[in-house]
């Protein structure tokens, strides 16, 4: 039986990409647009980066913006359409989250409605200082507390000690909804020559100086980081390349790049399995939506036949 992951082989690897993440949604962006991208290309993840400090700043949404995502998180979820979001806790968000702050971090979900938070413990995102052993059993609090939600461990070589308490400790398996994000530099938007192989035994991630003129180089480096990885299902994630400038040189969050990202890739048919199963699961919702309301109206008219009490009536 055919999967319905499209598997891009290269040197012998299995690599299954089902999301694409587009990070810094900030004050810049119409949430429309997103909104229509979203029903365009349901395989995409919006992140919004989490740091007080820098709040309201490019990369940053503000207060309002991040309600108003929130808003419309929850309204596509009421009409069965898919808004993807995901956090991405930096500074003082990430250190409270390592601390095992579990209502701090359950007040951002109730805000924002994130289904995934990533978690960046480096000095570039202000978030250092903390050891290891404590930061992990912080960490697995909040898995546990939230189950609905995946975590994800930015991976690089100030965070290795950090991921080897998680992943690597035989008699304490990481939480089941833990991930791992490989990002060599560090959350500096740096491509890599090649990238790591994924960690055994959990989803694994990648980023690193993606954009519309690297993401097709970096995606054969990341075919081939899953050589000899059966069934290596993966995202990718991007943020300094899909930045751009507004007409008076503003910094701004650019849909006109992440557009262009996403031609590349489905053109190149990376997609391909993850958009011919949202499309089977489009069609079975249709389907049983429509033998649904096919249904009531029969049982509606077998009541009226029957001389049932219309829904004006009083019922005795």
């Known amino acids: 039986q055919r999967s319905l992951c499209f598997q891009h082989q290269g040197l012998g690897g299995s690599m299954q990409l089902d999301c694409i993440g587009f990070c810094g949604v900030d004050d810049s962006v119409d949430l429309q647009a997103l909104r229509d991208l979203s029903v365009e290309h349901p ?3 919006w992140g919004v980066l989490l740091r007080p400090d820098k709040q309201g700043e490019p990369r940053y949404a503000g207060a309002d913006m991040l309600e108003a995502l929130g808003r419309m998180v929850s309204s596509c979820a009421e009409t069965g359409a898919a808004l993807r979001v995901a956090a991405h806790l930096c500074g003082t968000d990430c ?3 390592l601390s095992g702050d579990v209502a701090h971090v359950c007040r951002l979900k109730e805000v924002i409605g994130f289904r995934r938070m990533q978690i960046n413990p480096t000095a570039a995102n202000e978030a250092s200082g903390w050891e290891p052993a404590p930061a992990a059993e912080g960490l697995r609090a909040i898995a546990n507390a939230l189950t609905d939600v995946e975590l994800i461990l930015q991976v ?3 965070t290795r000690e950090l991921a080897h308490h998680l992943f690597s400790d035989p008699e304490r398996p990481a939480p089941p909804n833990f991930a791992a994000l490989l ?3 560090c959350g500096l938007g740096v491509a890599p020559d090649a990238h790591p192989s994924p960690l055994p035994g959990v989803r694994c991630g990648f980023a690193g100086g993606m954009g519309p003129d690297t993401v097709l180089a970096q995606l054969l480096k990341v075919s081939a980081a899953c050589e ?5 299902r993966t995202w990718i994630d991007m943020e300094s390349g899909v930045r751009g400038r507004d007409a008076a040189g503003a910094d701004i969050f650019d849909l006109a790049r992440i557009r262009h990202v996403l031609e ?3 053109a190149e048919g990376y997609l391909d399995g993850v958009r011919q199963q ?3 699961l489009s069609s079975a ?3 049983c939506n429509t033998r649904s309301a096919t249904l009531q109206s029969s049982q509606g008219q077998m009541l009226v036949a029957r001389g049932a009490p219309s829904s004006g009536q009083a019922r005795l």
Do not use: I, M, T
């Open 285 to 287: 919702l249709y389907s």
């Open 156 to 158: 690089n070589d100030e």
């Open 278 to 280: 949202q499309s089977f």
């Open 43 to 45: 395989y995409v993840e």
């Open 228 to 232: 000899g990885q059966p069934a290596c």
């Open 95 to 97: 250190l409270r989250a």
């Open 264 to 266: 590349l890739v489905v």
């Open 183 to 185: 990002d060599a530099s």
